[in-house]
């Protein structure tokens, strides 16, 4: 029978996606389930490993029976994930000895601080090493906290036995049949122990966060073939496990930019936008992190990486809290409604500002209110504010390669707002193209793994993905005006 088809997981913060892409490239089938958040009173985030392993099972069985095709049929399995998250579990018993830390948890606020304190050269020694600065979310924090507060994972590590990866390395681990225990450089580099300009481990951050080195995974790269897997006995032959790649790396690999300059921009309740920068390491100097893009067909490339904690949630705090409208889709009308030459900024700093401006103390502020200024006015500032944050971090991105940025693959709920596309290109004059495969890092996971199988010999995935296109046709004064109301507003949020 042929093996047509290839499977990706998207194993993403909320619940793990099983996506079947045929050997054309044509999205087939996907299913989903979530998962709990465990969120304990003081706030730690956790998931349970053993429930999205079982979660990860039945999509697979489920997206395999949806799409009407014999397991036979399924060629390999590619991996996209949620990043920094990471888990500590026993090689002998192969069972987690802890909850999966979440990303999003805080919990090493402590140790960071700790170590800033007993040797101030640090944070500059850590952003040297790993590209990006000393932080509680990447993993390397996190696993320094199981190491010295969790009992079975001290255990572990005394008797040689212990296991620490991100979520890759965990599935990887309990689905193929080896029980491989390996990484990838995109997962690798965002934990914060990767020497990024080498792509080994680096003993000196494992030292410094006290971290044991021998408990974490071999990186290989991005293409290797991991393991393989029945997935739970579905699969009458075991399958490769060949694609691996964190999920922003992953849309990027989805999004096609794979040459130097090509940027990609998630909007979703936050927003991730990378720029594809080649095979040389790229150090920001405007408020960016360097990561390692992947290994693949041979290549290494690195990416500059920018986050920001508040852009589609502006339109779910419009909606929930300050109850302007009824519905994300209503934040379009109003917004084309609104005077057009009304001059009111709003700036989300609701929890600080992420890249690039990074002030964690910094508050939401409206500002340049006049008499002009009503509610539709104010719904239009909030949805512009998306665009102007996204369009700062592709002006630092310019500013850190000296590449001329002329599109954005974009790609997310709020993509569906044509007012805020058309002004996304008009203020970052760029041409704004948007996906029409709404599972761009599920893509990039199958495409990397279908490529390795030898499933696409070309650009099986990336030729099925249509765009709509956004082209800048607003006149340079009038971006300049409005761009130099946006900083001023950004220098009233700030407190440095
Ligand atoms: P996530 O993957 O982070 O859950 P999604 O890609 O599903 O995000 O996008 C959800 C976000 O997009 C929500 O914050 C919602 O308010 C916003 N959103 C959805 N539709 C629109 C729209 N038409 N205009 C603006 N924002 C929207």
Known sequence: ??????????????????????????????????????????????????????????????????AGVEPEEVACLGISNQRETCIAWDRTTRLPLYNAIVWQCSRAKEICAQMEEADPSIAACVRELSGMNLSPYFSAGKMAWLVRNVPAVMDAAEAGTLALGTMDSWVLYALSEEHAFATEPSNASRTQLLDIARCTWSEELCEAFGVPMEALAEVRPSDSVFGHTTA???????????????????????????????????????????????????RSKNGLVTSLGWEFDGTRSYVLEGNINYTGAVVSWMKDDARLIYDPSDAEACARRANQADRAYFVPAFTGLGAPYWDDEACAILTGVTRTTGHDEIVKAGLESIAYQIGDVVGAMRADTGLDVSELRVDGGPTANGYLMQFQSDVTSVDVSVSSVAELSAAGAAYVAGHAAGVYGGNAIFEQISRTT???????????????????????????
């Not at 093996?3 to 996606?17: E, F, H, N, W």
């Not at 849309?251 to 990609?264: H, R």
């Open 1 to 66: 029978m042929d093996k047509r088809y290839v499977l990706a997981i998207d194993q993403s913060t909320q619940g793990t996606k099983a996506v079947l892409f045929s050997d054309a490239g044509l999205l087939v089938a996907k299913t989903a389930r979530p998962h709990r958040q465990i969120i304990h009173d003081n706030g730690y985030v956790e998931h349970d490993g053993e429930e999205i392993m079982a979660n990860m099972l039945a999509v697979i069985r489920e997206v395999v029976e949806l």
């Open 232 to 282: 739970g006995g579905l699969f009458p032959e075991p399958i490769p496990i060949c694609g691996m790649l964190g999920d922003s790396q992953a849309a990027l690999m989805g999004q096609g930019c794979t040459e130097p300059g090509q940027v990609k921009a998630t909007y979703g309740t936050g927003s991730s936008i990378m720029m594809q920068a080649g095979s040389e390491l790229v």
């Open 470 to 496: 956004y082209t800048p046709k607003m006149e340079d004064v009038r971006r300049e005006v409005l761009l130099s109301g946006w900083r001023a507003a950004v220098r009233q949020a700030m407190t440095h």
